[in-house]
T-cell receptor, first 113, second 111 residues
Framework: SQTIHQWPATLVQPVGSPLSLECTVEGTSNPNLYWYRQAAGRGLQLLFYSVGIGQISSEVPQNLSASRPQDRQFILSSKKLLLSDSGFYLC????????????FGPGTRLTVT | RKEVEQDPGPFNVPEGATVAFNCTYSNSASQSFFWYRQDCRKEPKLLMSVYSSGNEDGRFTAQLNRASQYISLLIRDSKLSDSATYLCVVISYNQGGKLIFGQGTELSVKP
């Protein structure tokens, strides 16, 4: 069966510091991968998605970037965090093709101070 | 107008009650629909896919009305463990298969 991991689970970072969040998927090949952010009391906002290694689509222009160095690894980065980057960051995968159900990792709760 | 709209609630119901959530979507080209459940400070989890003919999974029934562009979720015999936020999700193939999430409806089941 497939599993999705994210780390770290929680993170407190000062404004202006860099960020690297990692997501890995096991048990499947060539999944579609997604990064979402959920601000406190708000809905999920799609940040990036990837349909293959090195292929990244950005949904929202901001100071974040994503990379997919390996088939089942998805990384979210920032060079300088802003206070507004605080939130719950969720990675998700789906099989793609005609299968659209997405499955989420446990998330990283980021607080920028 | 938001692409997917839900009543945010909260819905406060006693154990054993039947509760229904509605969700409306604005894009008539929407093709696939889901309900997710999100517990406090946890990730969303897929609850049900919603099929054109409606579908049932135990105490949960999902229905789709394409003409009126709304989706519903019915929960019968509510349990304390049903307390969560329920997210309505819509996919429009003409938007590259992106999932569009509603803001969620909060349910609180009381003893």
């Amino acid at each position: 069966s497939q599993t999705i991991h994210q780390w770290p689970a929680t993170l407190v970072q000062p404004v202006g510091s860099p960020l690297s969040l990692e997501c890995t998927v096991e048990g499947t090949s060539n999944p579609n991968l997604y990064w979402y952010r959920q601000a406190a009391g708000r809905g999920l906002q799609l940040l990036f998605y990837s349909v293959g290694i090195g292929q990244i689509s950005s949904e929202v222009p901001q100071n974040l970037s994503a990379s997919r160095p390996q088939d089942r690894q998805f990384i979210l980065s920032s060079k300088k965090l802003l206070l507004s980057d605080s939130g719950f960051y969720l990675c998700a995968w789906c099989l793609g093709g005609t299968s659209y159900e997405q499955y989420f990792g446990p998330g990283t709760r980021l607080t920028v101070t | 107008r938001k692409e997917v709209e839900q009543d945010p609630g909260p819905f406060n119901v006693p154990e054993g009650a039947t509760v229904a959530f509605n969700c409306t979507y604005s894009n008539s080209a929407s093709q696939s629909f889901f309900w997710y459940r999100q517990d406090c400070r946890k990730e969303p989890k897929l609850l049900m896919s919603v099929y054109s003919s409606g579908n049932e999974d135990g105490r949960f029934t999902a229905q789709l009305n394409r003409a009126s562009q709304y989706i519903s979720l019915l929960i019968r015999d509510s349990k304390l463990s049903d307390s969560a936020t329920y997210l309505c999700v819509v996919i429009s193939y003409n938007q590259g298969g992106k999932l569009i999430f509603g803001q969620g409806t909060e349910l609180s089941v009381k003893p």
